[in-house]
T-cell receptor
Framework: GAGVSQSPSNKVTEKGKDVELRCDPI?????LYWYRQSLGQGLEFLIY????????KSGLPSDRFSAERTGGSVSTLTIQRTQQEDSAVYLC??????????????FGQGTRLTVV | DAKTTQPPSMDCAEGRAANLPCNHS???????VYWYRQIHSQGPQYIIH???NNETNEMASLIITEDRKSSTLILPHATLRDTAVYYC?????????????FGSGTRLLVRP
């Protein structure tokens, strides 16, 4: 597709279970971002990937959260031992980095995670 | 990245111009002003960005003051579909991290 694709669109999981959220960025985009948005709140930065550079993990809230990006394309955000406070919409974005500049970031529609 | 200050909410009448202010008094010379919006239940959408000159595209105009300490996003003829949260962000471009840090934004309500 032409845009950023995230799956699943909705996920309900039991407290304590692990979940994996997937992001397919726009083809050719070298930068990929993960954010989360709790109900009624703003966007919280989680992690950023750019090419082969070490990811910026400064926004990950705890060591239960991890993310990887395989082959510079698809990314998976994993939350281990989910807690109720992890319930949120998880948003992925990608952008094209060219030389010393970058294009705007394009966002997916998000995965709504509900921990019960 | 510099912090931004926006009013929490605004409203305007449909068909009128919506002028959304943003204060970024600590902006550095190499930082750009970006605007995104988030319509309910959707991912954020890029609107426009600028450095020091005023910018216009098919969606909006961006007016940046001469001292660059504030800017205004203008939607010239607001429609009901422009009801959204509007985020003003400043960040270095280019920047080694490129990450976007969102503030709380302005919730714009366009009234019929």
């Amino acid at each position: 597709g032409a845009g950023v694709s995230q799956s699943p669109s909705n996920k309900v999981t039991e407290k304590g279970k692990d979940v994996e959220l997937r992001c397919d960025p726009i083809s050719g985009h070298t930068a990929l971002y993960w954010y989360r948005q709790s109900l009624g709140q703003g966007l919280e930065f989680l992690i950023y990937f750019q090419g082969n550079s070490a990811p910026d993990k400064s926004g990950l809230p705890s060591d239960r959260f991890s993310a990887e990006r395989t082959g510079g394309s698809v990314s998976t955000l994993t939350i281990q031992r989910t807690q109720q406070e992890d319930s949120a919409v998880y948003l992925c974005a990608s952008s094209l980095v060219q030389g010393r500049g970058s294009t705007e970031a394009f966002f997916g529609q998000g995965t709504r995670l509900t921990v019960v | 990245d510099a912090k931004t200050t926006q009013p929490p909410s605004m409203d305007c009448a449909e068909g009128r111009a919506a002028n959304l202010p943003c204060n970024h008094s600590t902006i550095s010379g190499n930082e750009y002003v970006y605007w995104y919006r988030q319509i309910h239940s959707q991912g954020p959408q890029y609107i426009i960005h600028g450095l020091k000159n005023n910018e216009t595209n098919e969606m909006a105009s961006l007016i940046i003051t001469e001292d660059r300490k504030s800017s205004t996003l203008i939607l010239p003829h607001a429609t009901l579909r422009d009801t959204a949260v509007y985020y003003c962000i400043v960040r270095v471009r280019p920047d080694s991290s490129y990450k976007l840090i969102f503030g709380s934004g302005t919730r714009l309500l366009v009234r019929p």
